[in-house]
């Protein structure tokens, strides 16, 4: 197993170098080039010259980018050039929101998503695969901001039992160690924080939990079929083995592989940037910083938060591969 996870560590190596060389080109591939993106409406060729000296661009293209992949490993991307913060502080104040919200969010879609997809298939064709397949549709089809603000209009507005947006209550004075609200309150005993961080996180995580818990249930539901076809089952029944036995040991076992593949996707997509649902509820993660970033042509913050979303995918891909090998041994063997 350790050997394994070696060889995928040493597999992603190359793979983060060439997202880096990706990265690094576009964002210097963009029209007029990126000092020009920034200043807009406030470009001279003065200017230019000023912001292209302060971010390194009148340099070679190989010193720029070897300096870029030696201040990325160290974390030092520069200031922001609106708020002009370190841009590494901004990002971990927007990590722990971020990933904060996607945990929960995913704790929902997967504690919600394997069993009712599994039920699903387990009563094929009959009201509760209908009512699953037709919850799945709408799960998919309706928009995250759309499905947000409706939340809102109905929680927030005519019933006032949860908070609209923001992570905690302004009233509330806590104790911040690890930036995960919900997570200071527990370990500095503060429980009245831990309390609210969870009715603030309630709408948002069930909003962003809709898509990856739709694609969850489909998913979880045809490998279920699937499986339920084998040979093997059907051997399985034969020697008279108890029907609980059977799925647990061997069907829901060997329908987890494809399903663990999407929860990794699906958590790659979370951490990358809920975008839609973090500006609706007023959240200060990553999707919010990304989102001003664009807006704002804020360079050094854009390119940083591009390399971190390709490192989540690339992480999320690696951490997939091993629960492919703690769930199949023979996936470690073969490869």
Same mark, same amino acid.
């Given at each position: 197993m350790l050997r394994f996870i070696v060889r995928r560590l040493l597999q992603a190596i190359p793979t983060l170098i060439v997202l880096s060389i990706l990265i690094f080109a576009?964002?210097? =591939? %963009?029209?007029?080039g990126p000092a020009t993106a920034m200043l807009g409406d406030r470009w001279t060729p003065e200017r230019e010259a000023q912001l292209n000296a302060a971010l390194g661009l009148d340099q070679p293209i190989w010193v720029q980018y070897w300096k870029f992949l030696g201040?990325?490993?160290? +974390? /030092?991307?520069?200031? @922001? &050039? !609106? &708020? +002009?913060?370190? !841009?590494?502080?901004?990002?971990?104040? +927007?990590?722990? =929101? &971020?990933?904060e919200l996607s945990f929960f969010a995913m704790v929902v879609a997967i504690g919600l998503g394997i069993p009712l997809g599994y039920l699903a298939a387990r009563y094929r064709g009959r009201l509760l695969d209908n009512l699953t397949v037709v919850s799945t549709l709408i799960g998919v089809a309706v928009p995250v901001f759309f499905l947000g603000f409706l939340a809102k209009w109905v929680f927030s507005s005519q019933l006032g039992i949860l908070p609209p947006s923001g992570r905690q209550d302004v009233e509330i004075n806590s104790t911040s160690v690890t930036g995960f609200v919900t997570l200071d309150g527990l370990l500095t005993r503060e429980f009245d924080a831990t309390i609210d961080g969870l009715v603030h996180l309630l709408m948002p995580a069930l909003v962003l939990a809709t898509i990856p818990m739709a694609v969850i249930v489909r998913i979880t539901r045809a490998s279920v079929l699937d499986v339920l076809d084998? /040979?093997? !089952?059907? &051997?399985?029944? @034969?020697k008279g083995l108890g029907t609980a036995t059977i799925r647990r040991r061997h069907v829901l076992r060997n329908a987890l %592989?494809?399903?663990?593949t999407t929860i990794g996707l699906q958590t790659g997509l979370l951490l990358a940037g809920a975008v839609l649902t973090e500006k609706v509820f007023v959240w200060g993660g990553l999707g919010s910083l990304l989102a001003e970033a664009i807006e704002l042509k804020d360079y050094p913050r854009l390119q940083a938060l591009i390399l971190? =979303? =390709?490192? !989540?995918?690339?992480?999320?891909?690696?951490?997939v591969d091993i629960s492919y090998a703690i769930i199949d041994p023979r996936v470690r063997v073969g490869r």
């Open positions: 576009w964002l210097r =591939a %963009l029209p007029g201040r990325a490993i160290t +974390g /030092d991307f520069g200031n @922001s &050039t !609106v &708020t +002009g913060l370190p !841009v590494i502080e901004e990002i971990g104040r +927007g990590f722990t =929101a &971020t990933v084998e /040979d093997f !089952v059907r &051997t399985a029944e @034969s %592989l494809p399903v663990s971190l =979303a =390709a490192v !989540v995918y690339v992480v999320v891909n690696l951490l």
